[in-house]
């Protein structure tokens, strides 16, 4: 993706329903890499700006299991990453407020990887039960 700015919200995921706290990217401002949480102020320049187009992804568990085969049909190999959203982020006199909307999702992917099963399964391996992640979510439930 590039440069970027960075905005961490506590959603809860439209894919799995886990409630977590999400890292959304933006290209909106001045992409250096600045992070921001809710209720801090963007820079001046950007204070009239009414929303932040983003992408965020969710790594729970769940996520993550259809991100890598949805990769492995892709490219061969997991990716990484959990399942895309894209999202509008709310700014209120140049305030993160924390608000989301616009929300965009790939409705389809449970039909997708089932239907290209065939790509995956011989690939695809679970992750492991130490992961940082998984770690991360189990504490949370």
Do not use: H
């Amino acid at each position: 993706m590039g440069c970027y700015d960075v905005i961490f919200l506590e959603i809860e995921c439209p894919y799995c329903k886990r409630k977590s706290k999400m890292e959304f990217q933006t290209k909106d401002m001045n992409r250096m890499f600045n992070v921001f949480k809710v209720g801090d102020k963007v820079p001046e320049e950007y204070k009239d700006l009414e929303y932040l187009d983003t992408k965020g992804c969710c790594n729970s568990p769940e996520c993550q299991e259809r991100s890598d085969k949805d990769w492995i049909i892709a490219q061969g190999s997991p990716s990484g990453f959990g399942l895309g959203i894209s999202a509008n982020v709310e700014l209120k006199a140049g305030i993160v407020t924390g608000k989301i909307f616009d929300i965009k999702i790939n409705e389809n992917i449970d039909n997708f990887l089932e239907e290209n099963r065939n790509k995956w399964e011989k690939t695809y391996k679970p992750r492991k039960k130490d992961n940082l992640v998984l770690k991360k979510f189990k504490e949370i439930k």
